[in-house]
């Protein structure tokens, strides 16, 4: 399928259709929502809204069937847990726990909204795992009453270059970074391979480079180079600095 670029426009349209409702009240057939299941279908995307203090999908687009094999009005955070592929899990667990983190930001501070951005890869129906960009816009509204909501962007991106030991995450305020995926966007996250991540999370639980050599099987020599090579990418003095960072940006 090839994509056909669109702005994000039309999610805020969308939110300003039915945030009055508190997105209870979603018509099939009305204007903006026969473009919304369009653009879904022309793109390989799908999208859920969340109200976040009942842990709860308000909305899951049709779409999310032929992706990943999920009926809409069933869908529950189980499902991506299912649908993950297993070298993820990890990146899932720590991406939940960040989606509170940044919950209770947005509704601590004056923002009022918030983006998290990560890649994951997910299975479909036929069993197949493929590349996926999850979009996570979190807002505060008063309307119709005070909440945190999340709307979640699912693309498939395959069709796009990704090194293989890299991935993409951003967490942070620039709503700019909302946007239809495109390999720029894909590009931005940490400066590490996901050897160095593994390592990095083996030295934060008290592992000497020794310990960690025997664990993955590698030299110790090896792994020291890793050390190295991860504290000149980062630009810091200890590695206890580069595993704060990446604790405040859900990466351990």
């Not at 909305?59 to 991506?80: C, T, W």
């Not at 390592?199 to 480079?209: H, T």
Request: charged fraction near 25%; proline fraction near 4%; glycine fraction near 4%.
């Amino acid at each position: 399928m090839v994509s056909i670029p669109y702005g994000y426009s039309i999610f805020f349209d969308f939110i300003d259709s039915y945030l009055p409702s508190g997105f209870l009240k979603i018509k099939e057939d009305h204007p903006i929502m026969q473009r919304l299941d369009q653009v879904m279908e022309d793109n390989d995307q799908f999208i859920t809204v969340a109200d976040l203090a009942q842990i709860k999908f308000l909305y899951v687009s049709k779409k999310i069937r032929q992706m990943i094999g999920v009926d809409p009005a069933q869908l529950n955070p189980e499902h991506f847990v299912e649908v993950t592929h297993p070298d993820d899990l990890g990146r899932l667990g720590l991406l939940r726990a960040l989606t509170f983190k940044v919950e209770k930001e947005v509704r601590e501070t004056q923002k009022g909204s918030a983006l998290a951005s990560f890649s994951l890869r997910l299975r479909n129906p036929s069993g197949v795992y493929f590349k996926t960009l999850c979009q996570a816009y979190f807002f505060s509204s008063r309307i119709p009453q005070k909440k945190i909501y999340l709307i979640q962007v699912i693309s498939n991106v395959d069709l796009y270059k990704i090194k293989k030991d890299r991935f993409h995450h951003y967490v942070g305020n620039d709503l700019s970074l909302f946007k239809f995926p495109d390999q720029k966007l894909l590009e931005i996250g940490p400066d590490l391979t996901y050897r160095e991540l593994e390592i990095i999370r083996l030295i934060e639980s008290g592992l000497s480079s020794k310990e960690i050599a025997a664990k993955l099987f590698l030299s110790v020599h090896t792994v020291n180079t890793h050390r190295s090579n991860i504290l000149e990418k980062s630009g810091k003095c200890h590695i206890s600095d580069l595993i704060y960072e990446l604790k405040e940006n859900g990466l351990l």
